[in-house]
C-alpha cells in the first residue's frame, strides 16, 4: 500500500536558518504529493503541491520538488520566520477518480526561535 | 467565505456510550472525506463521499464505526460502544470536485476523549 515517511521532529531552528524537512514515499501508481502545514490552534491547511515528477510546488517562501527518481519530496525554506513555527505533514494522493483519499506522514513540529 | 465546520470541538464519552460527529462542508463542495488523527500521529482515513454516495469506506476501523451523508452536504460519523482506543482528533474535510487531488480544506476537528 501507499506511505509516507517524513523526517521525525520536532526541529528547532534559528530565525533566518535554512529549513528542510524530508519526506520520502512509496506508492503503487503516480501520485500527487503535497505539504499540509497545522499553524497552533488552526486546523490543517495545503501548504503546497505537485502533480508528476519533476513539478516543484511553492508557496509562501517553501519549495519542493517531485523526484521520481529517488521517491522524494522534500521541503524547504531559505530563511525561515518564527511565524513558520508549525507541524508540517507531507501527503500523497493516487485518487483515481473519485478516491482521492490523502495518505500522509508522521508530521514534523517545527519550532523558529528569534 | 465559511470553511469546513465541525461540532463538537470536544467530546468527553465514557467507554461504550455512542457518540455523534458532525461535518459541515464548504457549501457546493462534491467530496467529503473523513480522518482520524491520533496523538502525535498523522491523520489516517477513514471514509470518503461524493454527494451522498459513499464510495469508500476501507479505512473504518471497526463496524461501530458508520459514517452517513444523506442530502450531499452535512455528513455525521457516528461511533458505536466508544472505547478508549477511539480517542483521537477526528478530522473532516471536504473539496470542491473528484479529480482535484488533493486540495482538501480541512474543518478544526472534534477531540474525541473516551474515558
Given at each position: 500500500g501507499n506511505s509516507v515517511t517524513q523526517m521525525e521532529?520536532?526541529?528547532t531552528l534559528s530565525e533566518e536558518a535554512f529549513l528542510t524537512i524530508n519526506c520520502t514515499y512509496t506508492a503503487t501508481g503516480y501520485p500527487s504529493l503535497f505539504w499540509y502545514v497545522q499553524y497552533p490552534g488552526e486546523g490543517l491547511q495545503l501548504l503546497l503541491k505537485a502533480t508528476k515528477a519533476d513539478d516543484k510546488g511553492s508557496n509562501k517562501g517553501f519549495e519542493a520538488t517531485y523526484r521520481k527518481e529517488t521517491t522524494s519530496f522534500h521541503l524547504e525554506k531559505g530563511s525561515v520566520q518564527v511565524s513558520d513555527s508549525a507541524v508540517y505533514f507531507c501527503a500523497l494522493s493516487e485518487g483515481n477518480f473519485g478516491?482521492?483519499?490523502?495518505?500522509?506522514g508522521?508530521?514534523?513540529?517545527l519550532t523558529i526561535i528569534p | 467565505g465559511a470553511g469546513v465546520s465541525q461540532s463538537p470541538r470536544y467530546k468527553v464519552a465514557k467507554r461504550g456510550q455512542d457518540v455523534a460527529l458532525r461535518c459541515d462542508p464548504i457549501s457546493g463542495h462534491v467530496s467529503l472525506f473523513w480522518y482520524q488523527q491520533?496523538?502525535?500521529?498523522?491523520?489516517?482515513?477513514?471514509?470518503?463521499?461524493?454527494?451522498?454516495?459513499?464510495?469508500?469506506?476501507?479505512?473504518l476501523p471497526s463496524d461501530r464505526f458508520f459514517a452517513e451523508r444523506p442530502e450531499g452536504s452535512v455528513s455525521t460519523l457516528k461511533i458505536q460502544r466508544t472505547q478508549q482506543e477511539d480517542s483521537a482528533v477526528y478530522l473532516c474535510a471536504s473539496?470542491?470536485?473528484?479529480?482535484?487531488?488533493?486540495?482538501?480544506?480541512?474543518?478544526?476537528?472534534?477531540?474525541?476523549?473516551?474515558?
Open positions: 521532529g520536532p526541529v478516491n482521492e483519499k490523502l495518505t500522509f508522521t508530521g514534523t513540529r | 491520533a496523538l502525535g500521529q498523522g491523520p489516517e482515513f477513514l471514509t470518503y463521499f461524493q454527494n451522498e454516495a459513499q464510495l469508500d469506506k476501507s479505512g473539496s470542491l470536485a473528484p479529480g482535484i487531488r488533493g486540495e482538501q480544506y480541512f474543518g478544526p476537528g472534534t477531540r474525541l476523549t473516551v474515558t
